[in-house]
């Protein structure tokens, strides 16, 4: 489990642990709702441990049932699947593309919030000029429509692009997809990251429904080691695969 050597490579193994956090934080604005705020951290903690645990078990059993030579992060949860099903005498080859189809079927839903998710905030970007007012354009019923369609429209074409300029290497195409994925989950938090720091710092008497720490030397403590770390992440997001 502890690479043999630390270098390029088996740093970027990290990069899907990475992006299996992303994103993590959406739920933070709802903490205001919340009988007991501060259990928020620690549901949190408990969240992070238990998808290390499950990222840890899945990838061992990719790597004593796959071959070496043969695992690929685009397949090698799909092919594990048939491996394991057909050494227990079932149609692995088949079955392993039920599951394949179903995982795109939950990867699509999952695109649909990941895409749906920063439409607010766009959306008050151009109510306040920050983006062109014709974004700011909404339904009946609410829904900022041009923001979705500028984004569904920039997700497509990058998808297309990195598909088809791939060639044959599907798996080539799936790190390049994982790695800029990553990078601008992690540009976000840098920013947010700045931002707490520079909030805390000058503007500590704001009211705020949940507070880190009640000492604001420590909260700025664990921000800036959050920054490091994250800054460190998002280089290792361009180191070839």
Not at 80 to 103: A, F, H, N, R
Not at 173 to 182: E, G, W
Request: a positive charge; aromatic letters at 10%; proline letters at 5%.
């Amino acid at each position: 489990m502890i690479p043999h050597k630390l270098n390029g490579s088996t740093l970027v193994a990290f990069v899907p642990f990475m992006l299996a956090f992303c994103g993590g934080g959406a739920s933070a604005p709802h903490v205001k709702n919340l009988d007991h705020p501060r259990s928020y951290s620690k549901v949190m903690l408990a969240l992070a441990i238990t998808a290390i645990c499950f990222d840890l078990l899945g990838s061992m059993a990719i790597g004593m049932t796959v071959p070496k030579d043969q695992i690929q992060n685009s397949t090698g949860f799909v092919y594990t699947y048939g491996k394991l099903l057909t050494s227990i005498g079932l149609p692995g080859d088949l079955l392993q593309k039920i599951v394949g189809i179903m995982l795109a079927c939950g990867i699509i839903g999952e695109l649909g919030n990941w895409i749906a998710g920063p439409n607010q905030g766009m959306y008050e970007a151009a109510r306040e000029g920050y983006m062109p007012k014709f974004f700011a354009k909404t339904t009946k019923h609410g829904v900022p429509i041009r923001i979705m369609i500028l984004q569904s429209s920039i997700v497509t074409i990058s998808a297309l692009l990195i598909t088809f300029t791939s060639g044959a290497n599907a798996d080539f195409a799936f790190n390049v997809s994982l790695a800029v994925t990553t990078a601008q989950c992690l540009m976000v938090y840098m920013i947010m990251l700045i931002a707490y720091i520079v909030l805390k710092r000058r503007h500590e008497d704001y009211h705020r429904m949940y507070y880190m720490s009640k000492n604001p030397n420590t909260s700025i403590a664990i921000a800036i080691f959050a920054l490091i770390i994250t800054v460190i992440a998002f280089f290792v997001t361009f180191v070839p695969a």
